[in-house]
Protein backbone atom coordinates (compact mmCIF):
# COMPACT_ATOMS: atom_id res chain seq x y z
CA UNK A 1 0.00 0.00 0.00
CA UNK A 2 1.71 3.55 -1.16
CA UNK A 3 1.37 6.63 0.87
CA UNK A 4 -1.49 8.19 -0.71
CA UNK A 5 -3.43 5.32 0.08
CA UNK A 6 -2.80 5.57 3.59
CA UNK A 7 -3.16 8.97 3.53
CA UNK A 8 -6.77 8.11 1.95
CA UNK A 9 -7.60 5.78 4.64
CA UNK A 10 -6.15 7.97 7.64
CA UNK A 11 -8.77 11.05 6.18
CA UNK A 12 -11.37 9.00 6.12
CA UNK A 13 -11.43 7.66 9.54
CA UNK A 14 -10.63 10.92 11.18
CA UNK A 15 -13.77 12.39 9.35
CA UNK A 16 -15.83 9.46 10.21
CA UNK A 17 -14.41 9.44 13.73
CA UNK A 18 -14.46 13.23 14.41
CA UNK A 19 -17.79 13.74 13.74
CA UNK A 20 -19.53 11.45 15.78
CA UNK A 21 -17.36 12.43 18.67
CA UNK A 22 -19.03 16.11 18.09
CA UNK A 23 -22.14 14.67 17.84
CA UNK A 24 -21.47 12.53 21.17
CA UNK A 25 -20.37 15.66 23.27
CA UNK A 26 -23.37 17.74 22.35
CA UNK A 27 -25.64 14.89 23.90
CA UNK A 28 -23.64 14.82 27.04
CA UNK A 29 -24.82 17.11 30.14
CA UNK A 30 -23.84 20.28 30.99
CA UNK A 31 -20.71 20.32 33.16
CA UNK A 32 -19.65 17.64 30.23
CA UNK A 33 -20.19 20.27 27.32
CA UNK A 34 -18.80 23.27 29.19
CA UNK A 35 -15.57 21.22 29.63
CA UNK A 36 -15.25 19.89 26.04
CA UNK A 37 -15.10 23.49 24.87
CA UNK A 38 -12.71 24.29 27.18
CA UNK A 39 -10.72 21.37 25.72
CA UNK A 40 -11.38 21.90 22.31
CA UNK A 41 -10.35 26.15 22.80
CA UNK A 42 -7.22 24.78 24.03
CA UNK A 43 -6.63 22.37 20.99
CA UNK A 44 -7.90 24.68 18.59
CA UNK A 45 -5.40 27.36 19.98
CA UNK A 46 -2.38 24.16 19.59
CA UNK A 47 -3.55 23.40 16.32
CA UNK A 48 -3.01 26.86 15.60
CA UNK A 49 1.03 26.51 16.85
CA UNK A 50 1.02 23.75 14.88
CA UNK A 51 0.37 24.16 11.94
CA UNK A 52 2.81 27.58 12.34
CA UNK A 53 5.52 25.08 13.43
CA UNK A 54 4.48 22.53 10.33
CA UNK A 55 4.33 25.60 7.59
CA UNK A 56 7.77 25.20 7.10
CA UNK A 57 8.22 21.38 6.88
CA UNK A 58 7.94 19.28 3.59
CA UNK A 59 8.03 16.07 4.94
CA UNK A 60 5.21 13.21 5.42
CA UNK A 61 4.91 14.20 9.24
CA UNK A 62 4.52 17.74 8.72
CA UNK A 63 1.45 17.14 5.93
CA UNK A 64 -0.45 14.28 8.57
CA UNK A 65 0.17 17.24 11.15
CA UNK A 66 -0.95 19.64 9.25
CA UNK A 67 -3.91 18.51 8.03
CA UNK A 68 -4.88 17.02 11.72
CA UNK A 69 -4.56 20.37 13.09
CA UNK A 70 -6.70 21.83 10.73
CA UNK A 71 -8.97 19.77 11.43
CA UNK A 72 -8.96 20.67 15.31
CA UNK A 73 -9.17 24.30 14.69
CA UNK A 74 -12.29 23.39 12.52
CA UNK A 75 -13.71 20.83 15.17
CA UNK A 76 -13.51 24.30 17.37
CA UNK A 77 -16.14 26.19 15.05
CA UNK A 78 -17.94 23.31 14.59
CA UNK A 79 -18.55 22.48 18.32
CA UNK A 80 -18.86 26.50 19.62
CA UNK A 81 -21.72 26.45 17.34
CA UNK A 82 -23.13 23.00 18.08
CA UNK A 83 -23.40 23.96 21.51
CA UNK A 84 -25.04 26.83 21.18
CA UNK A 85 -21.81 28.58 22.70
CA UNK A 86 -21.36 30.96 19.01
CA UNK A 87 -24.56 30.81 16.55
CA UNK A 88 -26.08 34.30 15.99
CA UNK A 89 -28.53 36.97 17.30
CA UNK A 90 -31.17 35.49 15.97
CA UNK A 91 -32.22 32.31 18.32
CA UNK A 92 -35.73 31.83 17.74
CA UNK A 93 -37.75 30.05 14.69
CA UNK A 94 -38.15 31.39 11.13
CA UNK A 95 -41.73 32.93 11.21
CA UNK A 96 -44.31 31.00 9.00
CA UNK A 97 -44.77 32.68 5.37
CA UNK A 98 -41.11 34.59 5.39
CA UNK A 99 -40.47 34.45 2.08
CA UNK A 100 -37.55 35.66 -0.22
CA UNK A 101 -34.48 38.60 0.80
CA UNK A 102 -35.78 38.31 4.54
CA UNK A 103 -35.75 34.64 5.01
CA UNK A 104 -32.40 35.01 4.00
CA UNK A 105 -31.21 37.87 6.03
CA UNK A 106 -32.99 35.62 8.87
CA UNK A 107 -31.33 32.84 8.46
CA UNK A 108 -27.72 34.30 8.04
CA UNK A 109 -28.60 36.35 11.24
CA UNK A 110 -29.20 32.44 12.80
CA UNK A 111 -25.34 31.77 11.82
CA UNK A 112 -24.38 34.93 12.35
CA UNK A 113 -21.42 34.72 15.19
CA UNK A 114 -20.76 31.31 13.93
CA UNK A 115 -19.74 32.47 10.07
CA UNK A 116 -17.69 35.21 11.29
CA UNK A 117 -15.47 32.77 14.04
CA UNK A 118 -15.17 30.55 10.94
CA UNK A 119 -13.85 33.86 8.87
CA UNK A 120 -11.33 34.60 11.46
CA UNK A 121 -10.10 31.36 12.42
CA UNK A 122 -9.47 30.94 8.27
CA UNK A 123 -8.42 34.44 8.02
CA UNK A 124 -5.33 33.15 11.19
CA UNK A 125 -4.27 30.22 9.49
CA UNK A 126 -3.96 31.92 5.82
CA UNK A 127 -1.57 34.81 7.67
CA UNK A 128 0.82 31.92 9.59
CA UNK A 129 0.92 29.94 6.38
CA UNK A 130 1.64 32.30 3.87
CA UNK A 131 3.97 31.87 1.20
CA UNK A 132 5.12 28.71 3.44
CA UNK A 133 5.59 24.99 1.30
CA UNK A 134 3.12 23.13 4.00
CA UNK A 135 -0.15 24.23 2.44
CA UNK A 136 -1.84 20.92 3.47
CA UNK A 137 -3.61 23.06 7.11
CA UNK A 138 -4.66 26.08 4.89
CA UNK A 139 -6.31 23.74 2.12
CA UNK A 140 -7.77 21.36 4.18
CA UNK A 141 -9.80 24.36 6.36
CA UNK A 142 -10.27 25.99 2.99
CA UNK A 143 -12.31 22.68 1.70
CA UNK A 144 -14.14 22.13 4.96
CA UNK A 145 -15.32 26.05 5.14
CA UNK A 146 -16.59 25.93 1.08
CA UNK A 147 -18.05 22.79 1.53
CA UNK A 148 -19.69 23.58 4.70
CA UNK A 149 -21.06 26.55 3.24
CA UNK A 150 -22.16 25.09 0.00
CA UNK A 151 -24.00 22.50 2.40
CA UNK A 152 -25.81 25.44 4.72
CA UNK A 153 -26.46 27.13 1.23
CA UNK A 154 -28.65 23.81 -0.11
CA UNK A 155 -29.95 23.09 3.14
CA UNK A 156 -31.70 27.12 2.52
CA UNK A 157 -32.32 26.58 -1.01
CA UNK A 158 -33.96 22.78 -0.13
CA UNK A 159 -32.98 19.62 -0.27
CA UNK A 160 -34.49 16.00 0.14
CA UNK A 161 -32.98 15.17 3.54
CA UNK A 162 -32.25 17.86 5.91
CA UNK A 163 -30.21 15.73 8.55
CA UNK A 164 -32.13 17.39 11.46
CA UNK A 165 -31.29 14.17 13.60
CA UNK A 166 -27.59 16.09 13.66
CA UNK A 167 -29.45 19.22 15.17
CA UNK A 168 -29.44 18.98 19.29
CA UNK A 169 -32.51 19.89 21.09
CA UNK A 170 -31.65 23.78 21.98
CA UNK A 171 -30.68 24.30 18.15
CA UNK A 172 -33.96 22.46 17.03
CA UNK A 173 -35.17 26.48 15.81
CA UNK A 174 -32.49 25.93 13.12
CA UNK A 175 -34.80 23.15 11.33
CA UNK A 176 -37.09 26.39 10.43
CA UNK A 177 -35.17 27.79 8.14
CA UNK A 178 -34.51 25.08 6.15
CA UNK A 179 -36.38 23.97 3.01
CA UNK A 180 -37.58 20.25 2.40
CA UNK A 181 -37.96 19.59 -1.61
CA UNK A 182 -36.42 17.10 -4.00
CA UNK A 183 -33.26 19.46 -5.15
CA UNK A 184 -32.13 22.94 -6.34
CA UNK A 185 -30.48 24.24 -9.29
CA UNK A 186 -27.98 25.15 -6.94
CA UNK A 187 -26.71 21.73 -6.04
CA UNK A 188 -25.33 20.86 -9.54
CA UNK A 189 -22.93 24.21 -9.46
CA UNK A 190 -21.80 23.46 -6.01
CA UNK A 191 -21.08 19.53 -7.07
CA UNK A 192 -19.89 19.99 -10.37
CA UNK A 193 -17.41 22.89 -9.41
CA UNK A 194 -16.34 20.69 -6.28
CA UNK A 195 -15.82 17.49 -8.69
CA UNK A 196 -14.14 19.71 -11.04
CA UNK A 197 -11.60 20.73 -7.63
CA UNK A 198 -11.78 16.89 -6.59
CA UNK A 199 -9.99 16.18 -10.18
CA UNK A 200 -7.15 18.45 -10.07
CA UNK A 201 -6.08 17.60 -7.05
CA UNK A 202 -5.73 14.02 -8.10
CA UNK A 203 -4.14 14.75 -11.17
CA UNK A 204 -1.49 16.71 -9.17
CA UNK A 205 -1.10 13.69 -6.75
CA UNK A 206 -0.49 11.32 -9.83
CA UNK A 207 2.25 14.40 -11.54
CA UNK A 208 5.44 12.56 -11.74
CA UNK A 209 7.14 15.69 -10.17
CA UNK A 210 5.28 15.48 -7.00
CA UNK A 211 6.89 14.53 -4.10
CA UNK A 212 5.74 11.88 -1.98
CA UNK A 213 4.63 14.45 1.12
CA UNK A 214 3.33 16.38 -1.64
CA UNK A 215 1.51 13.47 -3.11
CA UNK A 216 -0.12 12.81 0.55
CA UNK A 217 -0.66 16.49 0.78
CA UNK A 218 -2.60 16.02 -2.49
CA UNK A 219 -4.63 12.88 -0.89
CA UNK A 220 -5.45 14.15 2.30
CA UNK A 221 -6.88 17.26 1.00
CA UNK A 222 -8.69 15.46 -2.17
CA UNK A 223 -10.44 12.87 0.46
CA UNK A 224 -11.56 15.73 2.82
CA UNK A 225 -13.11 17.02 -0.79
CA UNK A 226 -14.82 13.66 -1.62
CA UNK A 227 -16.34 12.73 1.55
CA UNK A 228 -17.98 16.75 1.37
CA UNK A 229 -19.19 15.41 -1.96
CA UNK A 230 -20.66 12.34 -1.06
CA UNK A 231 -22.01 14.48 2.01
CA UNK A 232 -23.97 16.58 -1.24
CA UNK A 233 -25.02 13.44 -2.57
CA UNK A 234 -26.61 12.26 0.88
CA UNK A 235 -28.70 16.01 0.97
CA UNK A 236 -31.11 14.16 -2.00
CA UNK A 237 -30.56 10.88 -1.94
CA UNK A 238 -33.35 8.15 -0.61
CA UNK A 239 -30.54 7.30 1.58
CA UNK A 240 -30.67 7.43 5.83
CA UNK A 241 -28.01 9.78 6.53
CA UNK A 242 -27.58 9.01 10.22
CA UNK A 243 -26.30 5.47 9.81
CA UNK A 244 -22.80 6.52 9.62
CA UNK A 245 -22.66 8.02 13.29
CA UNK A 246 -25.54 6.35 14.79
CA UNK A 247 -23.76 5.04 17.74
CA UNK A 248 -23.30 8.90 18.26
CA UNK A 249 -27.00 10.27 17.76
CA UNK A 250 -28.39 8.38 20.84
CA UNK A 251 -31.57 9.10 21.77
CA UNK A 252 -33.26 10.94 24.11
CA UNK A 253 -34.71 9.74 27.41
CA UNK A 254 -38.02 10.95 27.79
CA UNK A 255 -39.21 13.04 30.75
CA UNK A 256 -41.09 11.62 33.61
CA UNK A 257 -44.75 11.66 32.67
CA UNK A 258 -46.93 13.39 35.59
CA UNK A 259 -50.69 12.86 34.81
CA UNK A 260 -52.61 15.42 36.88
CA UNK A 261 -55.70 14.19 38.44
CA UNK A 262 -58.68 15.46 38.90
CA UNK A 263 -60.03 15.99 42.13
CA UNK A 264 -63.16 13.40 42.33
CA UNK A 265 -60.88 10.88 40.36
CA UNK A 266 -57.45 11.26 42.90
CA UNK A 267 -60.29 11.00 45.91
CA UNK A 268 -61.66 7.52 44.58
CA UNK A 269 -57.83 6.20 43.85
CA UNK A 270 -56.85 7.14 47.62
CA UNK A 271 -59.83 5.39 48.79
CA UNK A 272 -59.11 2.26 46.84
CA UNK A 273 -56.00 2.61 48.21
CA UNK A 274 -56.84 3.21 52.06
CA UNK A 275 -59.54 -0.08 51.52
CA UNK A 276 -58.63 -2.90 53.19
CA UNK A 277 -58.79 -5.42 50.54
CA UNK A 278 -61.27 -7.24 51.52
CA UNK A 279 -63.11 -4.79 52.03
CA UNK A 280 -62.97 -3.27 48.42
CA UNK A 281 -65.78 -3.46 45.77
CA UNK A 282 -64.84 -5.35 42.63
CA UNK A 283 -65.47 -2.58 41.05
CA UNK A 284 -62.93 -0.28 42.41
CA UNK A 285 -60.27 -2.11 40.48
CA UNK A 286 -57.27 -0.21 37.80
CA UNK A 287 -60.25 -0.28 34.83
CA UNK A 288 -62.46 1.82 37.28
CA UNK A 289 -59.61 4.41 37.60
CA UNK A 290 -59.00 4.25 34.00
CA UNK A 291 -62.63 4.84 33.32
CA UNK A 292 -62.81 7.72 35.89
CA UNK A 293 -59.97 9.22 33.73
CA UNK A 294 -61.99 8.78 30.39
CA UNK A 295 -64.59 11.08 32.23
CA UNK A 296 -62.69 13.60 33.96
Not at 4 to 17: D, S
Not at 195 to 213: E, I, M, N, P, W
Request: proline content about 3%; hydrophobic content about 55%; aromatic content about 10%.
Amino acid sequence: MNDAAIAVGFAIFIWWFSTGIVILLNRMSRSAIALSLVLSSLLGVAALIGLAHTAQQTSLTGAYCAFTCALLAWGWNELSFLTGWITGPRTTALPTGTVGWRRFVESFRAVQWHEIGILLVGITIVAITWDAPNQVGTGTYLVLWVMRTSAKLNLFFGVRNLSEEFLPAHLAYLESFFRRRAINAFFFVAVAAASAGLFLLVVGAKDTLTTASQAVGYALVGTMLALAILEHLLLVLPLDTTALWRWAIRKRQSPPLHIALPARTALTCLKVRSTPSHERSPTLSSRAVADNLEKA
